[in-house]
């Protein structure tokens, strides 16, 4: 779970943002509903990549990758898209907003 105030245009009363680490993509800079991260990690799990990167506010996100991916060393500044028809967004009671 994320802070909501990470993406522009989240619903009105969403508190944090939930998203499965294989709706996770790398995006192009400035993309929509993308945030800058910087990888931490990657690892080959054999059927896919999961990539750990950390977003400027410290939180943790991590996207799994197709294994023929391109995928950036530790320590490389990414853009991950967030923002997708499976982000949830969570209000006060970590009821679902949208």
Do not use: M
Not at 45 to 56: D, K, P, Q, R
Not at 74 to 79: F, N
Request: aromatic fraction near 8%.
């Amino acid at each position: 779970f994320l802070p909501a105030g990470l993406l522009p245009g989240a619903p009105a009363g969403a508190k944090t943002l939930g998203v499965r680490p294989e709706y996770v993509a790398l995006a192009d800079a400035h993309a929509a509903g993308a945030l800058p991260a910087t990888v931490r990690q990657v690892q080959d799990i054999g059927t896919y990549w999961l990539l750990t990167a950390v977003l400027a506010d410290g939180s943790t996100v991590r996207a799994r990758l197709r294994p023929e991916a391109d995928v950036p060393a530790a320590g490389s500044s990414v853009w991950l898209a967030l923002l997708g028809p499976h982000t949830c967004f969570y209000g006060d009671n970590e009821e679902l907003v949208a």
